[in-house]
């Protein structure tokens, strides 16, 4: 506090001893210990907020090919929706602390394990985000089971294992990169890590003539990454002192779209469902397939309204209670009509 | 692919593919490479010669194009766009509030936010890019705002939107509190200006060239005046205990319910701020509509969106986006954690890539430089690929924080040249180059790439991403 700032604080409790007390009444209002603990979720690296329960290896494999395996894949593995999260530590990993494959240039990916260093983070975040398209809806147990069957399958732990939140500690030992971070950097902005004299690590120069001998060009679009974003013609304005560089078919102003598109897309379902490509759920283009022809729509407008899991796999689609009929209808007839841009 | 070479003024049509627009055929543009002025005149131009332009009316009408062979235009009595009445100057427009929320006008509509095409799988976990290579100043439209979101938006019933101060355990905050909008919006508010970038903005370039646009290198970037309640504001409210708080945790209500840790003395500087407006009218729903957390310098991971609640504690927390991503993979193997300023850096949005010069002469360079340690101080600007450099002007306002705009005049004599431009701050750090950075950090680390970026412009005019060592 400023010697000014103390010296109002002073005068305001002469003055106005309440207002000093109490800043801002009427503003905000105590939290009861129930909303506290509601939305207190986070657990920390050295496990406090972490809540009892237990789970093994084999209730985590049911859970996680139940809600998980149709994005990170059966063996945790997969990179069709988001990076994988298995692969790329080692049993010597496991003894060092430090995953061996980060130090090599040309190894292809950087898997969850390889990188994580605290088993809180994982448990943590199973818990608030997942599963994605339902998040906060596993049980405690069922974190636990989901994070042993991970680590099962990172190899860390045994088949026979049981992560509870006494084991889980002893987990934190093992973990394959459980050393590989480091705080030694200038790029924290404040102290509390003891690195308030770090320095940032490149010291340029102002330097205004003659900087250097030769200008080494070390890299450059290749030409067959200059369409990879569209046309960018279409991405510059089309007056002014430059244009942009023509780079394929001039394509049609976009402010068309179909208005059950505009709407899918404002519902999230093409989080899901991609038009012509599987994500989490089935494309639409399969969807058309399987109901064309069999006067379905009335049914499907009731599933897109409810929800439902089990016609094309064991991840449920959230139901959408705020959707009008009308609009859910306009929805399935776009999708049975093979979900058109316009 | 060929770039379509602009036909010389007096050719059969100078309409060309490329540029078949209405603006174009409007005459105001000429034509490269046949200058309708010469070297000697530009530069007498360049030195305030003006009456030289006056008796050149004749030639600029020369160069008009859109009609046919020379000696026509010279004979014609000037530009149709001046001599022929335009309907908006001979008819009635439209009436007020036709559009309530008014839109930008349907010739703008190039300049849009766009996705990486292949970057993510799914657009629920995904970037849109902003726009820089078509922006002015330094305040970012809402509507161009880049988004990161990790798991959707939602335009969040601000009458439903709770906001929580707790603390990690009682004896960090004497009284937990919960705060509506309502209650918010009485408090005394502050406003201010400030950027802010995506921890990976840049980060698909750590090895190579791999976006052909400034959209695509640095358009994870914005800047906005925003307006909220301080913090430290409310912390003290709580009766926070700041002198045994070292950290907080900030935390969103979506559904990632991203977590990220701050340390209090960012908080307790009163920079950070609880922010529920943006350029004037409340956030965005895509920027966290109707409370986001505000701090500056910081990337934007942990400007969390739709913030419900401050955790006030002694020790970092390690979560995902610390712990998993948003940490900077080193040549030994090591990851540096915790990683969070986002330090001085700048780059030139005209000319950039995938953009052309239309003819030779008088430009200006424009680009927009920024540190996450304070002020800019200034911007160097070089055309030679960086053996020499002149210093650009600096726009005002120069912010804290902030972005600022820098410009700086450009005679182009129709060679090749590469741009570059380097940013130096209040604190006396200057922007690096890619080799220093590399020498420093290798090529692996998807984060806080703030190195100089390299625009090389070929004869034709064209302008293409490179790097320089």
Redesign the interface.
Known sequence: MSRFSKLLAAALLLSAPALAAE??PG?????TPA??KA????V???F?GLPKGSGSVERGMTVWEEKCAVCHGTFAESN???TPLVGGTTAEDVKTG???N??R?DFPQ?T?FM????V??LF??IR??MP?NA??SLSDDDVYAVLAYLLNLAEVVPDDFVLDDRTIREVQGKLP?RN??????????????GTEKAR?????????????KA?????????Y??????N????????????????GPEEA???AAAPARALAERQ?C???HGVSSR??GPSYAEVAAKYRGQNSAAGLVEKVKAGGEGVWGSVPMPAQPELKDEEAKALVEWILAGAPEK | MEMTRVRPAGAESARTDTFDNDSVASGRIRRAPENFLSREQITQVSQGRRDFLRSSFLAAGAAVVGTAASPALAQSAGDDAILTPQPWATTLGQPVASNPYGQPSKYERALARRQSPGLTQTTAASVSFCPLQGLFGIITPSGLHFERHHQGWYDVDPAKHRFMVNGATPEFVRTPKVYTLDDLMRLPPVSRMHFIECGANTGMEWGNVAVPTVQYTHGMLSCSEFTGVPLRTLLEDCGADLKKAKFVLAEGGDGSAMTRTIPIELVLSGEVMVAYGQNGEMLRPENGYPLRLVVPGVQGVSWVKWLRRIEVGDRPYAAKDEAIHYIDLMPDGQHRQYTSIQECKSVITTPSGGQTLLDKGYHTISGLAWSGRGKIKRVDVSMDGGVNWVEATLQTPVLSKCLTRFTAPWVWDGRPATLQSRATDETGFVQPSYGQLRAARGTRSIYHNNAIQSWKVAESGEVSNVQVL
């Open positions: 800043p801002f503003v905000g209002r105590p939290a909303e506290v939305w207190d979720i986070d920390g690296p050295d406090a069709s929706v988001f430090h995953v061996a980060l130090k240039p950087r969850t990188k994580v260093a605290t809180s983070t943590d975040y608030r985000a994605w998040p906060k990169n590989g971070m480091t705080l030694a950097h200038g790029l924290w902005p404040g102290p509390g890590f940032p690590d490149t010291a340029n120069t102002g330097c205004m003539k003659d900087c250097k200008v080494e060009q070390v890299s450059a679009l290749p030409d990454a200059w369409n990879a974003h569209g960018l013609a279409q991405q510059n304005r089309r007056i002014g002192a430059v244009r942009g560089k023509q780079t102003e976009a402010d999230g093409l989080s899901c994500i989490v």
